[in-house]
């Protein structure tokens, strides 16, 4: 399902990204984990792009095991002739007559809450998935984005916040949320290696907590908790005292610097993307508790019964974006306070509107 949120973000990046977008028409774009929160948004996008801007359309192939995203979220894309649906696991061989000319790799298991649960999953995704789509690459890609994350920095050393590129990290290699993060890091090595081996075109980008209309609410992420626990009237429940930051991005700013890098020859290099905007759990829970209710419904803080939500949880959690600023002249629409209250109350409206159609209960 589209929303009308959702329709209008992806109509005015279109508009915006027209230009920069044009050596896609009449291209193959394909799109791994493309029923998932970002999966889905680039394709919304670029269908935007096609239905009113494209001079030839640009060919989309639709790829995901369709596990975790849901196939709901892209039906009414069903019967378009620019779109072409493929179920595949990317860890498992691409048919033989895929040849994509660029490629948008975000298949993975994203969410604390799954690869908990799927850790042996969540590697296979991030290392073998990432190898194959690699492989595929090599056919004839000439861009490719591989999506990493902002995890694998790990819980920052303080004087490393807001955190920039160069930074290390500080991370567990057999913790709780070791799955994720180290495969992330062998996610970037691999790129790497393909970039200095084959000259492959492949950017790497580390999105720092991005989050809007579009996000399954039942994700597990702390935005659709929050939204979720709004619309059902309260409370808003925080497993934590939630004194730990995080910067949050909305999905139209980073989907905005992706595309820039997509069309950029920025082959082999690594970029935060995010929103540099740092503020405290607490403090957005305080701004959705206002903006679902007058006057504000209650937060309250509890212990999570799962005994391993907090271990290895970052404190701090902020991008250095000087790099992505300087090299693509981008900066987020939706930053600062006023900006993340903004895509707040957007992605309150989008989840609203799904409910109202009766496609997420608001209980
Ligand atoms: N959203 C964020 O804030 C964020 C932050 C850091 C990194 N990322 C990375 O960006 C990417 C997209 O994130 P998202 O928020 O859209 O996640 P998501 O969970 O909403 O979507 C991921 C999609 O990948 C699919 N998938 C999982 N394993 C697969 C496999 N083996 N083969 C094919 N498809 C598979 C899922 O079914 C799902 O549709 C992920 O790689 C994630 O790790 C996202």
Not at 116 to 136: K, S
Not at 169 to 197: H, M, Q
Not at 220 to 241: N, Q, T
Not at 292 to 304: C, D, I, M, Q
Request: hydrophobic letters at 40%.
């Amino acid at each position: 399902m589209i929303t009308g949120i959702l329709r209008e973000d992806c109509a005015t990046l279109a508009q915006e990204l027209a230009d920069r977008l044009r050596p896609l028409n009449g291209r193959t774009v394909l799109i791994t984990g493309a029923s998932g929160f970002l999966g889905s948004y680039f394709l919304d996008l670029l269908a935007s792009y096609n239905a009113r801007l494209a001079e030839s359309p640009i060919r989309l192939v639709a790829a995901d095991n369709f596990k975790i995203g849901l196939p709901s979220r892209i039906e009414h894309l069903v019967g378009r002739t620019d779109v072409a649906f493929l179920r595949q696991d990317v860890s498992k061989p691409f048919p033989e007559d895929l040849r994509p000319d660029y490629i948008i790799h975000l298949a993975g298991i994203a969410s604390p809450s799954f690869y908990r649960t799927w850790p042996l999953e969540t590697i296979a995704v991030n290392v073998d998935g990432t190898r194959n789509v690699l492989e595929l690459a090599r056919r004839n890609c000439r861009s490719m984005l591989s999506f990493s994350s902002s995890e694998i920095y790990g819980d920052p050393d303080p004087a490393h916040i807001p955190t920039g590129e160069a930074y290390r990290g500080n991370v567990s290699s057999t913790g709780p949320r070791a799955c994720y993060d180290e495969s992330k890091r062998l996610n970037e090595t691999l790129c790497t290696a393909y970039n200095t081996l084959y000259s492959l075109p492949v950017k790497v980008i580390r999105p720092f907590n991005v989050y809007g209309p579009g996000q399954r609410i039942d994700d597990g992420r702390i935005i659709p908790d929050l939204m979720r626990a709004a619309m059902a009237g309260g409370p808003l429940v925080l497993f934590s005292d939630g004194r730990a930051t995080r910067s949050f991005c909305y999905a139209a700013d980073f989907v905005h610097a992706s595309m820039l890098l997509l069309m950029s020859d920025a082959d082999g290099e690594v970029f935060n993307v995010g929103n540099d905007f740092e503020i405290s759990i607490a403090q957005v829970a305080g701004i959705v508790a206002e903006l679902a209710a007058t006057p504000a419904l209650p937060v309250e803080h509890r212990l999570s019964a799962d005994l391993n939500y907090l271990v290895d949880n970052p404190n701090r959690r902020c991008p250095d974006l000087g790099k992505l600023r300087h090299r693509m002249g981008w900066a987020p629409r939706f930053g600062l306070a006023a900006g993340l209250v903004e895509g707040l109350a957007r992605t309150l409206a989008h989840y609203r509107e799904e409910a109202a159609s009766g496609r997420i209960s608001a209980a």
